[in-house]
């Protein structure tokens, strides 16, 4: 090819780095134009801050970023700029979260579209780098809107979607992008850069209806109430912005691949689900060894698929009822605990399972929980997926709840 | 700093409240007289927010009235600083990138002693570490966690009786840690350009001090003392005498610090006894005459620091012997 020609092909192609997780998501950031940024170290997400301050040391673009004393004052930051009518970025891991739970409740009571990215890691104690998602998902019941990433290309993505979906007047709820801690946050995998014209035509600017501001007038927010008079109302306003969001998200996804150029399915993604007896279900990065196994697997002829899901809050109720409705067994392969929960299962598993219950036919359904931080390995993915084919079997399991990577746990 | 001119005469306060009616503070409440005015002083180019306490709780309202004429939003307990940050971050990225036109426009933050000598101290002390204009952090102190009944802060006096420390059998004193200077803290962060202790009276020394706070080139702090018919069990008629009193006999200190430089807003001489101020109050009632005599003695010693300070313009730290 004469070099010209060629020089003209690279043009029109997408750049491409290789770039982790978090410095992906700091992309994603700059391109949103986001206004403040509150920061606080805590591994594994704090290289998102670390490639924002640098940026902004740069003048790659403008915006204030603030290095707050916790992340309870992080979140605080965020809330109250998002209030004034800024675009916002927040984001912690780990006990970092619970350390700020008070304003992560009170972001999406108030209805603030403020994006935060979890780098999922282990609560304490003791100290861990290990990844585990009871971090983000202590927040489930809050009124944030939850997507899981499986590599930094989504990762990036799917902030850009977050702020979308969440200024959306439909839906202004404040939004977590989950993001494997140490095998997204700190790997680097190839991550096309989308073009600045794109984005600003899929993320329109932030235009809050009533900021806190002085040149718009007077409001009072979120005063103290006597609670038989708005409490539940208050509380409803929430759940529909929740139940409103599900069409906002496909509607942004069928744009983001319009302007932005990639597609992805909004919800839930499937692999090898067509013919499929069997399921793993999962969300995040590990999913890419779930369908490595599968791919392994389907060559013995085992048929197994792969189910991923996306998004958590709002969860894919009828869609994973509609797949999992044609397989005899699903397991599910969490990084969570809920000790003491049905069965002593771990989050997702139960959410999975109330998701199932009032559909027609289910499968069976075993927990695989990866919990403590211990790193699977493919063996543990293949052992889950012959125990599932047992199942499937017989119609039954005696064991539904495994440990696979728990010393001594062996099928 | 650029000069504004400060009040001298109450006629010349504007006659227009933004904190106004709506709210169902209790008769004679300290704090609630605090935030009219300081929004005086503010002025309708204003944004407030409001930490959980008493001028949280007692100035909502069951018919969802609001007592706010400018922007107001709750904060959390512990999160004052954060919020005011928060805010002026917002203001001036919006403004810095041509999102919003240009123009000052204040950020207010009014806390209680609890949610920041206490919860929010961390916050506080992040905000007051930025640059941002036009910021002012004013701690109303009525010297308890008076909305949930009267418990002991780390500004409760000592020997205030209190649901926490109340006085007992063989518990006599009842509050027995000294009360903390917020003010003399803030005042060692080198990024606040201006700290400031008032009380209602006289209250053209609280509103010019809220402008001089505005006008300073960054974050400033204002340590309020309000009386508390509730939490100090005085009749709601004696609020202004209070505080009055509270300077008077040296019990509250009024003093600036700016530029490095502090000077005394109020100076008693000759001061006048401790007990005239504690006996009108029926949460030191308990305190026996050698008790106000020990209080006495801490006071008149604590002066002779903040005369010492007057007279060098400087910073001291002063210390007494606890009793």
Known sequence: MPKTASKSVAKTLPKRFMWTGTRAIAEAVKLADVDVIAAYPIRPYTGVMNSLAKMLADGEFAAEI???????????????????????????????????????????????????????????????????????????????????????????????????????????????????????????????QPSREGVAKFLPPYKPQYPLDPASGPITKAQHIAPSLIGPELRKVVDNAMAQAREVIREAWRDFAVFVGREYPPFIENMYIEDAEIALVTMGAYAKDAVHVATKLRQEGVKVGVVRLRYFRPFPQGELA?????????????????????DSSSVLFNEVRSALYESGSHPLLMDFMFVGGREPSVEHFEQAVRLLEKGAGKGAVEKHVWWPTLRGESP | MSERPLIRAVRNVSSVDLYTSGHRTCAGCGAALGYRLLLKAAGPKTVVLGPTGCMYVANGHQFLSSPYSVPWYHTQLGAGGAA?????????????????????????????????????????????????????????????????????????????????????????IGNLRMKKNVALIIAAHPGVRYVATATLYPPLDFINKTKKALEADGPAFIHLLVPCPKGWFTDPKYTLDLSRSALETGLWVSWEYENGEFNLSYRPEPR??????????????????????????????EWDYWKEMDEQNRMIIPWVAPP
């Open chain 1, 322 to 342: 509609e797949v999992l409705g044609k397989v005899k067994a699903a397991g599910v392969v969490d990084f969570s605990y809920s000790f003491g929960s049905a």
């Open chain 1, 66 to 192: 603030i290095g707050a004393d916790s992340e309870h004052s992080q979140f605080e930051i965020a809330k109250h700029a998002s209030a004034v009518g800024a675009r916002t970025f927040v984001g912690s891991s780990g006990v970092g979260l619970a350390f700020a739970a008070e304003p992560i409740v009170v972001t999406a009571m108030g209805q603030l579209p403020v994006v935060a990215m979890a780098g999922c890691r282990a609560l304490d104690d003791p100290g861990n780098f290990g990844m585990e998602w009871n971090d983000v998902l202590t927040f489930r019941d809050s009124g944030w809107l939850m997507s899981w990433a499986k590599d930094p290309q989504e990762a990036l993505d799917m902030i850009l979607v977050a702020y979308r979906v969440s200024e959306d007047r439909r839906v202004l709820l404040p939004s977590f992008v989950a993001v494997d801690g140490a095998a997204i946050t700190h790997i680097s995998a190839p991550v096309e």
């Open chain 2, 84 to 172: 005011g940050v928060g805010t002026a971050a917002a203001f001036r990225s919006l403004m810095m990138k041509g999102k919003r036109k240009k123009e000052e426009v204040n950020v207010v933050v009014y806390g209680g002693d609890g949610g920041t000598g206490d919860m929010g101290f961390s916050g506080l002390s992040m905000a007051m570490g930025y640059d941002y204009k036009r910021f002012v952090y004013v701690l109303y102190d009525n010297e308890s966690y008076a909305n949930t009944g009267i418990q002991a802060s780390s500004t409760t006096p000592w020997g205030a009786s209190t649901t926490f420390t109340p006085t007992g059998k063989i518990k006599r």
């Open chain 2, 272 to 301: 006048k006894h401790v007990k005239e101020y504690l006996r009108m109050q029926k949460r030191f009632e308990h305190l026996t005459d050698d008790k106000i005599e020990e209080i006495e003695r801490m006071t008149a010693k």
